[in-house]
Nanobody, 125 residues
Framework: QAQLRESGGGLVQTGGSLSLSCAVS????????MAWFRQAPGKERELVSV????????YYADSVKGRFTISRDNAKNTVYLQMNSLKREDTAVYVC??????????????????WGQGTQVTVSS
């Protein structure tokens, strides 16, 4: 059974940066595509970014494209999300998820096998 633990959230001003990490234990992360989702109060959970098992394929939501960067280190069983030029609308709980697949990535929630508890990101003006 996998465990996913996010860290790095916090309070930041508009235009600032944060770096999130998600440490995976219990499974080899190299067997999984890894994603970051987020959920703001009163809104549905949405996909932010996803990266294939080997890092060759990435996907970003239009709302974060050019500002966020997803990366992974399979040796450390950790996936990262670098968030720059943060906006108030980026305020949400950020959750990482693991999808057991060796080809491509999924942009829907259904295939994801494991989820973390999330870390709060708050962007203030």
């Amino acid at each position: 059974q996998a465990q996913l633990r996010e860290s790095g959230g916090g309070l930041v001003q508009t235009g600032g940066s944060l770096s999130l990490s998600c440490a995976v234990s219990g499974v080899a992360m190299s067997n999984y595509a890894m994603a970051w989702f987020r959920q703001a109060p009163g809104k549905e959970r949405e996909l932010v970014s996803v990266i294939s098992w080997n890092g060759a394929t990435t996907y970003y939501a239009d709302s974060v494209k050019g500002r966020f960067t997803i990366s992974r280190d399979n040796a450390k069983n950790t996936v990262y999300l670098q968030m720059n030029s943060l906006k108030r609308e980026d305020t949400a709980v950020y959750v990482c998820a693991a999808d057991y697949r060796q080809t491509g990535v999924s942009t829907t929630m259904t295939p994801y096998d494991y989820w973390g508890q999330g870390t709060q990101v708050t962007v203030s003006s």
